[in-house]
Each structure stands twice: as structure tokens, then as C-alpha cells.
């Protein structure tokens, strides 16, 4: 199957797509096979996607704005601007907003592709969800409590 090398990416601010799901806004930095960088934000009391775990790739967050709380495996903590997280894709986490402002944060994945994910929530399209929920092995480890 042929493929496209992508060497470089410049954006100015305006240039990346952004997608809109649930009253959160992510913005996508770089996407490509190796790698997403997302500028996530975090709409008030978001309370954020259920523990998962996703073993197709890897994700690091870095705070910017607000305070994020996150959940790897049995930890919880509070992340606040300049606070980094990172969790191996099979090891259970999440993160939600449990503050009145929004929480802006980078998110990395590696490799990439997980954009798809975004894209198909924004629109509602069941089978793209499943998808590419199933192509990164994405699934929901028990409901928070």
C-alpha cells in the first residue's frame, strides 16, 4: 500500500483543524502515522471519558491552563499548568475537569491515527467510532465511582 512521508509540519495559529465534541474543543496540532499532538480544551466539569485503556498507542498530557485531573491505573492526581502525565496505552486511565474554567492541555499519542476517534464523535458516526475504537483496541475497564 503506498504511502505518503510527511518530513515537517509549520502551522500558524488558525491553520490546524479543530473539532468540537461535548463542549470540548480539540485543535490537532500534528497528525500523522507516528504521531498526534492535540491542543485539548476541556469544556467546565467535563468529567471526561470513562478508565480505558487503548494498548494500539501510547499518550502523554501537559497542562497549559486550568487543572486537570488524572487517573493511571489506582493513582489520581491533580495536574496544574506545566504538570505532565504519561500512561502506557494498556494500563487503565483518565482524566476529566473538575474546575469552573476550562483545562486547555496537549495531548501526544504514539503513534498516531487516534484523530479519527475525535473526527467520528464530532459527527456521531457509530461505525467509525467502533472502528477506530477497535483498530487502537480502545475499551472501557469498569465505570468510575
Known amino acids: 500500500m503506498p504511502t505518503t512521508e510527511i518530513t515537517h509540519a509549520l502551522l500558524a495559529p488558525g491553520e490546524s483543524e479543530l473539532i468540537e465534541v461535548a463542549g470540548n ?45 488524572v487517573t493511571v491505573a489506582e493513582e489520581r492526581r491533580e495536574l496544574a499548568p506545566s504538570a505532565a502525565a504519561y500512561v502506557s496505552g494498556s494500563v487503565p486511565h483518565t482524566f476529566d475537569n473538575p474546575g469552573a474554567e476550562r483545562a486547555r492541555f496537549l495531548s501526544i499519542c504514539s503513534p498516531g491515527g487516534f484523530e479519527d476517534f475525535f473526527r467520528a464523535m464530532a459527527t456521531g458516526d457509530r461505525e467509525a467510532i467502533v472502528g477506530v475504537s477497535e483498530r487502537f483496541g480502545y475499551e472501557a475497564v469498569k465505570t468510575r465511582g
Open 25 to 69: 474543543r480539540i485543535r490537532i496540532i500534528v497528525a500523522n502515522p507516528t504521531l498526534l499532538v492535540c491542543d485539548y480544551s476541556a469544556a467546565p466539569h467535563f468529567p471526561g471519558p470513562p478508565l480505558h485503556v487503548h494498548p494500539g498507542f501510547d499518550e502523554t498530557y501537559i497542562v497549559l491552563e486550568g487543572r486537570l485531573e
